[in-house]
């Protein structure tokens, strides 16, 4: 089971929005609409940030939200803050029932 | 409050054995899963696998088979990843997280750094 493909690092100014993807196979992201993103500050453990594609759990930020187009799906941060600079995950649920991570993405403000 | 504490940094040398805990309190420990995440220094999160607590039914990632073991002990609501002989490429800060079957992995413990070196 290969790694989902994200792209290595993203960038923004404050203020503004970004967008991260997340590609996977017709066995994992486009078959199941188990998708999830994790952020993850150095030095901390991962947190929930979206699950099921585009739902927030409870204290999360309206400034993230998640979608799906076929094998690819994404994270958007509107509103970009100095606080989301950290590491983004992505994982999706598989046809082997087991999950798989994406690659990480650091995102910067810039 | 539902929490995950996980046991504490190790240093071990190669071919000893070891195993590390993730307690989960604040929910019926029986109802969700355990998911094991391994982080290598300066790396990405790599799922190794989930256990569950109400029958220690296991899951692997062909990556991680045979070279760990998963237990739980329902009783005191604590799962266990076990090593039989670590190398040091097990060196890597280890995760542990509650999960529903089909991903959604909330909470997370704090992770279990593990130094393997002779």
């Known amino acids: 089971q290969s790694a989902l493909a994200q792209p290595a690092s993203v960038s923004g100014s404050p203020g503004q929005s970004i967008s991260i993807s997340c590609t996977g196979t017709?066995?994992?992201?486009?078959?199941?609409?188990?998708i999830s993103w994790y952020q993850q500050h150095p030095g901390k453990a991962p947190k929930l940030i979206i699950f099921d594609v585009d739902n927030r759990p409870s204290g999360v930020s309206t400034r993230f939200s998640g979608s799906k187009s076929g094998n690819t799906a994404s994270l958007t941060i509107s509103g970009l803050q100095a606080e989301d600079e950290a590491d983004y995950y992505c994982s999706s649920f598989t046809s082997f029932d087991t999950d798989v991570f994406g690659t990480g993405t650091q995102v910067t403000v810039l | 409050e539902v929490q995950l504490v996980q046991s504490g940094a190790e240093v071990k040398k190669p071919g000893e054995s070891l195993r590390i805990s993730c307690k989960g309190s604040?929910?019926?420990?029986?109802?969700?899963?355990i998911l094991w995440v391994r982080q290598m220094p300066g790396k990405g999160l790599e799922w190794m696998g989930r256990?569950?607590?109400?029958?220690?039914?296991?899951i692997y990632s062909p990556s991680f088979q045979g070279h760990v073991k998963m237990t739980v002990d329902k009783s005191v609501t604590t799962a266990y990843l076990e090593w039989s002989s670590l190398q040091a490429s097990d060196s890597a800060m280890y995760f542990c997280?509650?999960?529903?079957?089909?991903?959604?992995?909330?909470?997370w413990g704090l992770g279990a750094l593990v130094t393997v070196s002779s």
């Open positions: 256990i569950s607590p109400s029958d220690s039914y296991t």
């Open positions: 604040g929910y019926n420990f029986a109802n969700y899963w």
């Open positions: 997280a509650r999960a529903r079957g089909t991903g959604r992995f909330d909470p």
């Open positions: 017709g066995g994992d992201i486009g078959r199941y609409n188990y």
